[in-house]
DNA sequence: GTTTCGGCTGGAAGCGCTTCCAGTGGCTCA
DNA sequence: TGAGCCACTGGAAGCGCTTCCAGCCGAAAC
């Protein structure tokens, strides 16, 4: 397998050593305790703050998080729970979003945030022995869905934790959520405001709460304008689901003439498919997603769809968390923000 | 912001503190120091070993991360270095492959991946901030485009590191790769040997090795062939950037009968640029690809490609780190691993 | 001039683990 | 029977940091 193994002899140096608090102290004139107080900001004359910070420098401390965390007690770092494989995590731009305002708002708060994914081949233990390594302060959960074995690991965790999305059961774990079911409401009331009385609505897996919430919320829709809802197909909340559950859509109920989609994603696969059979998309069938990703503006027709806050969901779970870590206590919850319905081409 | 804060007051307990060490020797009935070694495979009697096994297990024991790094002087961490940002990565179906192989790696090793992206408002220091905060032992970078600050950044550090992809100047790291001007050179043999006489290169990023190289065996394959190279357009390595170009170049090279396209992306976004000029692939133009990602079965045509070995490239890549925290010494390096022309239907 | 106070300080005791070192006891071997 | 080994053990000394606790000093209060 290996073509070439030519091999230049190690030239990467060992590590030097680094300077340690003692000697920063003896290198500034004050005692170690005084170095300590004066870096992390506690009592200290301003001579010695200033002595230890020139002291810091000129020896390029850079304090043992290990020995930090040892006598705090604390971590310094919180992970960031994505129970989905690699492959999966890395197409879908709910995740990105989430994983790098978290990431920042992490960094600023002075927190070592740590992704953890799930290992296909042995999915629970990676991550229960992940957390029960002690090495973490907290974690933001993400991307859950309904599994007992998960959910009771996070909670013999024994670890603050945050969700970001209702977590399915009442675990009563902190969360924040945008307005799910809201949201598909306005999208459904939308499509009944333009006529459209043979309303579908193509879900993602009924084991995530926001499934759950876009349902009901396109029920909620026709219950309240009187008139009957659709079918609501279940797949995944990805294009290849919408392509799939279209074409199943176009085969059984003919008599369609609107769909909801949970996901932009889902929308485009839809269209993908109407288009594919030579339905007009919104002349005969018109289509809102969910999301309001880059995919809405990058399909042909452009999609009206429901927009969430992503990254203010993100940072909302972030400073959840970050507060708690600060203070022991838990800031309100569960936060839920709103959503917007934009108005575009193809409904 | 905000639309909903009902505030069930706060049902999280707090974390209930952990056994030590010292409680799992003392129910063990031995003394602290022969748990440790029971635990970590020291010399230890088998009946000490089973004691402590159990009293492990029945005080739900474990070790304290950062107990244990401050003791053994390292982390048992190491950093898998990104230097994009955020919304780039989570899209590319190679880092999605290399982050899950190294996690993989890493996690059967015993050892904590993290991985660290750069911050879009301040690219180097959160870099330089994590690097230097000694919290990890070594690192994988990849995906790295030259860049001076950075590159320093890595070396000054000094902590053990590989790359995946040859870095681009040389600068003495580690590093595994695969053939790619050797993959390049045959793409090029095929479209040549089925009397493709005007072939154009799309091309990523010249900042990085990859597309350097594969330029190089594009040329390699025209000057054995003594045929003259058609242009090689530079622009980055994904479809958007493969769409665009190949507009340009059906605008300025209309004689150009076949692409050689650094990447299945790029390769993707030629294809739909092409047809909707009106061209047939692969009858007015071939088109040949570079990586085999799912995309390759995906557009239609199927794309004829060079498949690279990217789990394994990882694989290799985390074996050397791996090796070398174990041994102090480097194996054999550079790994180049071979690649693979898969003909299909583009070319 | 003495007491009181408050701001700073250094010493020392950990945090939970690893590992060196000097045993201890049971064996084998002469 | 005693010397010599060997396998195993516990004590103790750290790893680099934080933080409690006296104690010191000068200034304010009496």
Redesign the pocket.
């Known amino acids: 397998m290996i073509l070439s193994v030519a091999s230049p002899a190690s030239a990467v140096p060992p590590p030097p050593r680094r300077a340690?608090?003692?000697e920063v102290a003896r290198s500034a004139g004050?005692?170690?305790?005084?170095a300590?107080?004066a870096?992390?900001g506690?009592?200290?004359?301003a001579?010695?703050v200033d002595a230890v910070r020139r002291a810091t420098e000129r020896l390029g401390?850079v304090?043992?998080r290990a020995?930090?965390g040892?006598?705090?007690?604390r971590t310094d770092a919180i992970a960031l729970v994505i129970p989905e494989t690699p492959s999966f995590i890395f197409y879908d731009p709910f995740l990105a979003i989430v994983t790098s305002t978290v990431s920042a708002a992490c960094w600023k708060a002075g927190l070592q945030p740590m992704m953890v994914l799930m290992d296909p081949d042995d999915p629970v233990h990676t991550i229960e022995r992940f957390l029960h390594l002690g090495n973490v302060d907290g974690m933001i959960v993400t991307s859950f869905h309904h599994n007992r074995p998960v959910e009771d690991l996070l909670k013999t965790a024994s670890l603050p934790a945050v969700f970001i999305g209702r977590p399915p059961s009442g675990s009563g774990f902190p969360y924040v959520d945008v307005a799910n079911r809201a949201g598909a409401r306005s999208a459904t009331e939308h499509l009944l405001g333009r006529g459209r009385r043979h309303i579908a609505c193509l879900s993602g897996s009924f084991d995530m709460a926001a499934a759950v919430d876009r349902r009901d919320g396109f029920w909620d829709a026709h219950r309240s304008a009187g008139v009957e809802p659709g079918p609501c197909l279940e797949g995944a909340f990805t294009a290849r689901s919408g392509l799939i559950l279209a074409r199943r859509l176009l085969a059984e109920h003919p008599e369609t003439d609107a769909i909801f989609a949970q996901s932009d994603a889902l929308a485009a696969g839809a269209i993908q498919a109407l288009t594919a059979a030579g339905r007009l998309v919104p002349d005969d069938l018109a289509v809102v997603g969910f999301d309001d990703f880059s995919t809405a503006t990058e399909v042909f027709p452009n999609l009206t769809t429901v927009a969430q806050p992503v990254t203010e969901l993100a940072q909302a779970a972030a400073d959840l968390m970050i507060g708690h870590l600060e203070t022991g206590q838990w800031g309100d919850w569960p936060q839920i923000l709103p959503t917007e319905l934009v108005v575009r081409q193809s409904a």
């Not at 040892?70 to 007690?73: C, E, N, Y």
């Open positions: 340690t608090l003692d004050v005692s170690r305790s005084t300590s107080r870096l992390s506690g009592v200290a004359s001579a010695a401390f304090p043992n020995a930090r040892l006598a705090r007690q």
